[in-house]
């Protein structure tokens, strides 16, 4: 039986040049699985808790020396002889050791550094992908790529309120077709934004991130880079949005602050204005479009225009199934974003989507804003064919891994091969 002999965790940088944890999970067979976790910029309250070590001194206070010294000196001694087999297992052991409902004890980012590793240690144990040992024999659905190619919000130093603007290349009949799209509408928006003599500065996603007058412009300026790119807005390419509304909702007005628009909107009128951007441009995916915590406006969004695009919780849900029954039950949207690092362990994540699909939601597994080269969520899109995924632009190397690991899954399957679930 192959059974844990050491773990071993270490503190590496993220993207944004942050402290991450990276954890090596070792069996008695010899074989090694790694796995390093991702930090999201803007971290909703309802997340299980990443731990940090708050020293002013040391990283601007966002060191992971106690959730690396918590893997190695907890999960290292109390996991050890542990079937490698045994996820579930694994994984609920770390919860019941954590002994907190968020995991802010040991930390969520020590316990997801270990789900994983614990994975791909498994995977390699069995001589199979990582993909294949986790979805079996039926995963084999390459997922449509949401590429974010304008940054706004907290994703850069902009006029912008949306967060993400992304294109989706519907049009594609296979990922690798998909991926040109678009690498090629990504570098014909650079000579738009050069043209009209914007920034192609890019943000953390890796998306331009440039000063524009509105929205719309943004909306504008991406139509003129389909089309400049040989491609038909609304037929071979979409467009979606990632508003993160969350972080432009005043709480004391209780109304959300648009500086694009120089005004404050009521849940109503943000509402109104989504659905005039819906009926402008080819837009058919609305993430986090109200506050997390606004949920009688969510119904009233999603039964406005939910039977024409996706109405996407990621903020609302915290790929945390508590929330998520929560959402059925309101109607307040009809897909969840999928975020490993949200709830911290691989198990849970497997059971948030099983119920996502159960109930007919679409899932789209996601990045974070911080992340690093692990191409893990790439190959759980595949595991669990959401048929989705969000891994950010086609610029920076910890964004472009994951594609690139798509691109390496579509051959190993070849003509078994399927794209996409939307």
Known sequence: MSQILQIKARQILDSCGNPTIETEVMTNQGVTGRASVPSGTSVGKY????????????????????????????????????????????DAAMIELDGTKDKSNIGSNAVLSVSLAVARAAA?????????????????????????????????DNNLDIREFMIIPLGAQQFSEALRTGAEIFQHLKLVLKKNKYSVNVGNDGGFAPNLKSHEEAFELLLKAVENAGYKAGKDVVFAVDAAASEFYDKKKKKYHLKSLKKYLSSEELINYWDKLTENYPIVYLEDGLHKDDWAAWKILNEKIGDQIQIVGDDLFVTNPERLMKGFENNAANAIVIKPNQIGTLTETINTVNLAKKNGYNTIISHRSGETEDTFIA????????????AGSLSRTDRLAKYNELLRIEEFLGISARYGIF
């Open 47 to 90: 997340e299980a808790v990443e731990l940090r070590d708050n020293d002013k001194g040391f990283f601007l206070g966002k060191g992971v020396l106690r959730a690396v010294s918590n893997v190695n000196k907890i999960f290292a001694e109390e996991l050890k002889g542990a079937n490698i087999f045994d996820q579930s297992g694994i």
């Open 124 to 156: 390699h144990s069995t001589g199979q992908s990582l993909f294949r040992y986790i979805g079996g024999v039926n995963a084999d659905t390459l997922p449509i790529p949401m590429m974010n190619i304008v940054n706004g919000g907290s994703q850069a």
């Open 379 to 390: 190959e759980l899109a595949v595991a669990l064919n959401t048929g989705m995924i969000k």
